[in-house]
């Protein structure tokens, strides 16, 4: 399901006559405005929960953000998604292996009486070693994330969001099958939440879905910056509504504190 992202980004890279402005820089490489979707979205990991059952081996507890700062690989996603379940049954899908690929740590928030409230400590984040695994090219997998590049450093105020809709999923366990279907969807800032390091943005669609499945999904920003546009991370999704256009995310300077930690 493709939203309105393309569209926004080809008309606003449309505004400048360069050929320069005509393209993405998403890291260190430039790209044309129509793959920039198909480059983003290997960012955005199902989250995998293995069972243990031969019958039913996985369940899926939606979205997650696959980001690497500095020299730590984390796959970013939300307490409430995966605490119900051990850590070391969580994975990500790794389709240029067509196998998944479990953790090795599990990071997250420690709670205070001064902090119990806030959004922010139902952050997880899902740490791989790379040099422990075996899996060739695992590393890029993971957005790199450039300090010249978080949110909300040359924003020009549009943002593009990505996630696996409960409802937008496809698990036939006789034939056997799994259909992922992501979701794509551009949107504008809202303003800022009173929750600490919590933000809004306004998704731009059509077609509405249930927001269920989108918490831990990436957010995303475009970002102009001496003539020429780029894609940075703004952060990941924390919630969503059924029906509403809102959409919170916890900001990448938090995250980034927090993998530094």
């Known amino acids: 399901m493709k939203e309105l992202s393309i569209k926004m980004l080809q008309s606003l890279l449309g505004i400048l006559g360069s050929q320069q402005a005509r393209q993405v820089r998403i890291g260190r490489l430039w790209h044309d405005p129509a793959n920039v979707e198909h480059v983003l979205h290997r960012y955005c990991k199902q989250l995998f929960i293995l069972t243990g059952s031969e019958q039913f081996p996985y369940q899926f507890f939606g979205s997650s953000t696959a980001v690497k700062f500095g020299d730590r690989h984390l796959v970013l996603c939300c307490g409430h998604q995966i605490d119900s379940t051990e ?5 990500i899908y790794v389709k240029t292996q067509n196998s998944t690929v479990t953790a090795s740590s599990l990071l997250r928030p420690k709670v205070t009486t001064e902090n119990s409230d806030t959004d922010w400590i139902d952050v ?61 969807v551009g949107a504008t800032y809202d303003g800022p939440s009173n929750s600490p390091h919590v933000h809004r943005v306004k998704m731009d669609r059509k077609v509405t879905f249930h927001a269920d499945g989108m918490s831990g999904g990436p957010v995303f920003y475009l970002g102009r910056s001496s003539g020429t546009f780029f894609v940075g991370f703004a952060g990941i999704i924390i919630r969503g509504g059924a029906t509403s256009e809102i959409i919170h995310f916890i900001d990448a300077n938090f995250l980034g504190e927090m993998a530094a930690k």
């Open 87 to 91: 850590p070391d049954r969580v994975a």
């Open 124 to 184: 997880r984040a899902l740490e791989y070693v790379i040099e422990n695994y075996k899996t060739p090219d695992l590393s890029r997998e993971f957005f790199a994330v450039e300090r010249d590049g978080l949110w909300p450093l040359n924003s020009t105020g549009r943002f593009l969001l990505f996630g696996y809709p409960t409802e937008r999923q496809e698990v036939d366990y006789e034939e056997p099958r799994i259909g992922a279907h992501v979701v794509e």
